[in-house]
């Protein structure tokens, strides 16, 4: 469930399933790990947004026992990616923990405040969040698929999530099709002993043909990726521009940029082993919306902000690495800032550049 249908009603029906008190109107993309025998610890609020790969932890060691404690997300609340939530701790309404931040033990975020760090101690006032002092901002949503609707969401997006998902099952029984076929010709031409099993000739079959016809639906799901970006998604545009997409997170723009994101992770899938750091990645990349100079070598498709992308000449980026233009700046709110990479930059290991972030000629991130 949580490779297939992140972020949509099958994921919450399927953690409720569990245990886990979570709003129908949360978005949870997907969890790094829970334990379905402590599920029923988690609570998860009214519009809160969970990124990619949060670690919920309820269980602690003390001495020789375990004990259980709740995790709670707020209302509105937002859970960046890979944050780690430990036993006891919780996020306040219109609260946000960063990437990759740990809240730790017992820690409670205040209400319309974040906490960035390992560990994470920082209580900034989110002002984006707030009108004057009191009170939580309400912006205007712009753009492309502005218009909020859970019920048009849900729909949306549980739809385009099943069309992914039945194009690559659809893809992978063409390709064990293939496979067959190839293995047939090859042993009509005798290309190897007329005493091996079959099983040794379908591995040496698709040793032959596979990883070409891996490629070939690969550049299929690539050619639809594409389609989709430009004809649902649109051209995104920073919070800063004359006219900048910025949505709430329960609009069908959000349910579109959440259905191309998955789209990506499938095209990376079939097409990453053969394809990655090459020409065919950067063409990806320029047909998707983002800038990319000559000689570069990405490792990976990535989400769906190419728009807001530019890489400079000869740029290398390893296939952990990550580029984040969209910020869940407000309380329900999506937006984006642009990133920029000079010439020559390199983005090793688990590395993540983040909204707004700018890189000079030759920077070098990570290990």
């Given at each position: 469930v949580d490779g297939f249908f992140r972020s949509s009603l099958v994921q919450n029906a399927w953690l409720r399933a569990l245990g886990a008190d979570v709003a129908w109107s949360a978005n949870v993309a997907f969890f790094r790990d829970l334990r379905g025998s402590t599920a029923h610890l988690v609570a998860i609020g009214d519009d809160a947004f969970l990124a990619g790969m949060p670690l919920v932890c309820c269980t602690l060691r003390d001495g020789a026992f375990l004990t259980h404690r709740r995790v709670e997300v707020g209302p509105a609340a937002y859970v960046g990616f890979g944050t780690t939530l430990l036993p006891g701790s919780s996020v306040g309404r219109?609260?946000?923990?960063?990437?990759?931040a740990v809240v730790g033990i017992d820690q409670t975020i205040a209400p319309e405040t974040?906490?960035?760090?390992?560990?994470?101690?920082?209580?900034?006032?989110?002002?984006?969040?707030?009108?004057g002092r009191r009170t939580v901002a309400a912006p205007s949503f712009r753009g492309r698929g502005a218009k909020r609707s859970l019920r048009g969401y849900h729909a949306a997006l549980s739809s385009m999530l099943l069309v992914v998902?039945?194009?690559?099952?659809?893809?992978?029984?063409?390709?064990?099709?293939?496979?067959?076929?190839?293995?047939?010709?090859?042993?009509?031409?005798r290309a190897w002993g007329p005493t091996e099993s079959r099983a040794a000739s379908e591995l040496r079959a698709w040793a032959v043909v596979g990883p070409w016809l891996q490629v070939l639906v690969g550049l299929a799901l690539a050619g639809f990726g594409v389609a989709q970006k430009t004809l649902c998604v649109g051209k995104l545009r920073p919070s800063d521009a004359k006219d900048p997409t910025v949505w709430s997170t329960r609009s069908i723009g959000v349910a579109f940029w959440l259905a191309q994101f998955r789209t990506n992770l499938a095209i990376d899938g079939w097409l990453h082993g053969a394809c990655a750091g090459s020409a065919l990645y950067s063409a990806l990349w320029r047909a998707m919306g983002a800038t990319v100079g000559p000689d570069c070598r990405l490792g990976r498709i990535g989400p769906p902000d190419h728009d807001l992308l530019t890489v400079g000449a000869r740029c290398h980026v390893e296939t952990a690495g990550s580029f984040y233009a969209h910020d869940f700046a407000g309380a329900g709110t999506l937006a984006f800032s642009p990133v920029v990479l000079g010439d020559d930059c390199s983005v090793r290991g688990v590395s993540a550049v983040l909204p707004g972030a700018s890189l000079a000629s030759g920077a070098v991130v990570g290990p």
């Amino acid at each position: 469930v949580d490779g297939f249908f992140r972020s949509s009603l099958v994921q919450n029906a399927w953690l409720r399933a569990l245990g886990a008190d979570v709003a129908w109107s949360a978005n949870v993309a997907f969890f790094r790990d829970l334990r379905g025998s402590t599920a029923h610890l988690v609570a998860i609020g009214d519009d809160a947004f969970l990124a990619g790969m949060p670690l919920v932890c309820c269980t602690l060691r003390d001495g020789a026992f375990l004990t259980h404690r709740r995790v709670e997300v707020g209302p509105a609340a937002y859970v960046g990616f890979g944050t780690t939530l430990l036993p006891g701790s919780s996020v306040g309404r219109a609260a946000a923990a960063a990437d990759l931040a740990v809240v730790g033990i017992d820690q409670t975020i205040a209400p319309e405040t974040s906490l960035v760090g390992l560990p994470g101690d920082s209580a900034r006032v989110l002002a984006y969040r707030r009108a004057g002092r009191r009170t939580v901002a309400a912006p205007s949503f712009r753009g492309r698929g502005a218009k909020r609707s859970l019920r048009g969401y849900h729909a949306a997006l549980s739809s385009m999530l099943l069309v992914v998902v039945l194009g690559e099952g659809l893809a992978l029984a063409v390709l064990c099709l293939l496979v067959d076929a190839a293995r047939t010709r090859l042993d009509d031409e005798r290309a190897w002993g007329p005493t091996e099993s079959r099983a040794a000739s379908e591995l040496r079959a698709w040793a032959v043909v596979g990883p070409w016809l891996q490629v070939l639906v690969g550049l299929a799901l690539a050619g639809f990726g594409v389609a989709q970006k430009t004809l649902c998604v649109g051209k995104l545009r920073p919070s800063d521009a004359k006219d900048p997409t910025v949505w709430s997170t329960r609009s069908i723009g959000v349910a579109f940029w959440l259905a191309q994101f998955r789209t990506n992770l499938a095209i990376d899938g079939w097409l990453h082993g053969a394809c990655a750091g090459s020409a065919l990645y950067s063409a990806l990349w320029r047909a998707m919306g983002a800038t990319v100079g000559p000689d570069c070598r990405l490792g990976r498709i990535g989400p769906p902000d190419h728009d807001l992308l530019t890489v400079g000449a000869r740029c290398h980026v390893e296939t952990a690495g990550s580029f984040y233009a969209h910020d869940f700046a407000g309380a329900g709110t999506l937006a984006f800032s642009p990133v920029v990479l000079g010439d020559d930059c390199s983005v090793r290991g688990v590395s993540a550049v983040l909204p707004g972030a700018s890189l000079a000629s030759g920077a070098v991130v990570g290990p």
